[in-house]
């Protein structure tokens, strides 16, 4: 994941900061997906912003995790691989 700092909205001088939340699931399991489904509700129903990064198979991407300068990380972690 790359290091970037939270952003304001293009255009915006004011209001709320983008916020940055990294999504780990496995896309090809059906609870993941109805998981990364429900939070999509979610972003739309809220009038906050949101910079929302994917990693279909984050096993691969764990390596740099700790250095990532998101907002939240949003898991599925019940898979011992």
């Known amino acids: ?5 939270t952003t304001r909205r293009p255009g ?3 209001g709320p900061a983008v916020l940055r939340v990294a999504l780990l699931f496995h896309a090809s399991k059906v609870y993941d997906r109805e ?4 939070i999509g ?3 739309k ?5 949101w910079d929302l ?4 198979d984050f096993r691969f991407r764990l390596d740099g995790i700790h250095e ?3 907002d939240g990380i949003i898991a599925d972690y019940d898979d011992p691989a």
């Open 1 to 5: 994941m790359t290091k970037s700092p």
């Open 12 to 14: 915006r001088t004011s």
């Open 35 to 38: 998981i990364l489904i429900g």
């Open 41 to 43: 509700d979610y972003v």
């Open 45 to 49: 129903q809220t009038r906050v912003a």
């Open 53 to 56: 990064f994917l990693e279909e």
């Open 68 to 70: 990532w300068e998101g």
